[in-house]
């Protein structure tokens, strides 16, 4: 391989690593223009270094430049931290700048928010804080409730202790006395059941241990799947009602008119309504007028008043009524037996309805009455004429 070649790919790999460190360190570094420059003062940067970001409301605007000791022997003003922005901060007089981590597994950032208010005066120093992070804030927590939190270490220790000697149970610790006292009620209550179905007591243990339980169960499960296949072929009464639009739009027109009919019966329309509402008032005076004198009545039966009452109290009436009932009861028999002998043709009556020879001969005398009552009709004005004529002369 030519040297040559070698050293020309050495210097281009070179130059491409030298641009990919100043997009990443110097990327939002304005080169060219003017830049506004701060310094900030710190109690503490906590791992702050050279070229780390600065951002804006979470926009990054530039980075660190230097993070150095000032000397000084106030606290707050013990380290000052520069840097460089493209644009002047419009900085207020509640602006806020902090040390914050970039990301949880590490790197720092300053986060800058301008505030609102009047503007910040230019001659008065930048001042800065350092942001906890979670980190922080949780050993924050940890400081401040150290003697709580030994407390509930040795009490953590006591309870394994004594869980550990079996001296008492973990569950006791969670519960009150009470409890524990229904948790293990329950829990023999449990083992009882189990004791019951493992020995087939009851319909739980017989299902499990009996193959007739378990087979009417059986059956009872493909009855389900028979009806939810019938169902989902659209067979049977509730499945139309499910597939079919008409039967559905009958079913809710039916059940539209019922609540027409509540209705109704809620507003008093009707008769049933009538009853139920304001407006039965009138009818239920009606009605208790009625029930008065059905109680009357009944007072006026029990005391024997009129022909009812004789007939419930009265033995003598009741024995003439029983014995005029007995001769209806001869009188309607003897009726039908005439009836009976008509019907054979027994007697006149009886011969002339069965008899057609008999009718004939009835029909013929009545129809020569007939004419010999019509002939002397006719003849009846000519003699009372000539009765009048001879007796005048």
Request: charged share 25%; no cysteine.
């Amino acid at each position: 391989m030519n040297l040559r070649h070698v050293i020309l790919g050495l210097f281009f790999f070179l130059t491409m690593v030298g641009l990919g460190v100043l997009t990443v360190y110097l990327g939002s570094v304005q080169i060219l223009g003017e830049v506004s420059s701060y310094v900030v003062f710190f109690a503490d940067v906590d791992g702050l270094r050279d070229g780390d970001p600065v951002e804006l409301y979470g926009k990054r605007i530039g980075r660190i430049s230097s993070v150095d000791f000032t000397g000084s022997p106030e606290p707050a003003r013990r380290l000052q931290v520069r840097f460089a922005v493209p644009t002047a901060l419009d900085l207020r007089e509640d602006y806020a700048i902090e040390i914050a981590d970039q990301t949880l597994l590490g790197g720092k950032k300053v986060s800058i928010e301008l505030g609102s208010g009047p503007p910040h005066p230019k001659e008065i120093e930048l001042m800065g804080r350092l942001e906890g992070g979670p980190l922080g804030a949780v050993g924050e927590l940890i400081e401040e409730n150290r003697p709580q939190i030994r407390e509930l270490i040795s009490s953590l220790d006591s309870i394994v202790t004594q869980v550990a000697r079996r001296e008492s149970s973990l569950l006791s610790y969670v519960v009150s006395s009470e409890s524990h006292e229904k948790l293990d009620q329950a829990i023999a209550n449990l083992s009882e059941v189990s004791r019951q179905i493992r020995e087939g007591d009851g319909t739980l243990g017989k299902l499990i241990t009996t193959s007739e339980a378990h087979d009417s169960l059986k059956k009872f499960l493909d009855s389900g799947s028979v009806l939810i296949s019938e169902l989902t072929q659209g067979e049977g009464a509730i499945a139309r009602l499910i597939r079919e639009p008409d039967v559905y739009e009958n079913f809710k027109a039916t059940v539209v008119s019922v609540r027409q009919i509540i209705d109704r019966v809620d507003q008093g329309d009707g008769v049933v309504g009538h009853l139920l509402s304001s407006k039965s008032d009138p009818l239920y005076a009606d009605f208790e007028q009625v029930i008065a004198n059905l109680r009357q009545l009944s007072d006026s039966l029990t005391a024997g008043k009129g022909v009812a009452g004789r007939l419930l109290t009265d033995d003598a009436m009741a024995q003439q009524l029983s014995r005029l009932v007995n001769q209806l009861a001869d009188a309607s028999e003897n009726l039908e037996r005439v009836v009976q002998g008509i019907r054979d043709g027994k007697g006149v009556v009886g011969y002339l309805f069965t008899d057609e020879e008999a009718r004939r001969e009835v029909r013929h005398i009545v129809a020569m009455i007939a004419g010999a009552l019509e002939d002397a009709r006719e003849a009846a004005p000519v003699q009372s004429l000539a009765s009048f004529l001879f007796g005048t002369f």
